[in-house]
């Protein structure tokens, strides 16, 4: 089983940074790729960006493209999101998922991922 823990949501102005981390741990080694996810209120959950573990494969949404960055470290099965020109349509919770076995075409399905963080609240002020 796998656990996905979150950090490094908060509050920071418009046009700030933040940096998320997701940790991996408990069966690890089957992973294929990780992703972040993000929702607002009153609306449904949305792709954010995802990496394959392996070759490093990047998938990002319109929305954030030149603004954030996914990356991963294998050997401290973490996932990273930078965030940078933070906006407040930003500000949601941002989730980290994980699969097995997910192929490059379903990178951007949120029901295509078997495991879930807890989330962490970003929120941008203006």
């Known amino acids: 089983q796998v656990q996905l823990v979150e950090s490094g949501g908060g509050l920071v102005q418009a046009g700030g940074s933040l940096r998320l981390s997701c940790v991996a741990s408990g069966g690890t080694s089957t992973t294929r790729a990780m992703a972040w996810f993000r929702q607002a209120p009153g609306k449904e959950r949305a792709f954010v960006a995802a990496i394959r573990w392996s070759g490093g494969h990047t998938s990002y949404a319109d929305s954030v493209k030149g603004r954030f960055t996914i990356s991963r470290d294998r050997a401290k099965n973490t996932v990273y999101l930078q965030m940078s020109s933070l906006e407040s349509e930003d500000t949601a919770v941002y989730y980290c998922?994980?699969?097995?076995?997910?192929?490059?075409?379903?990178?951007?399905?949120?029901?295509?991922?078997?495991?879930w963080g807890q989330g962490t609240q970003v929120t941008v002020s203006s």
């Open positions: 998922a994980s699969d097995p076995s997910i192929i490059t075409s379903e990178l951007r399905n949120s029901g295509a991922y078997r495991y």
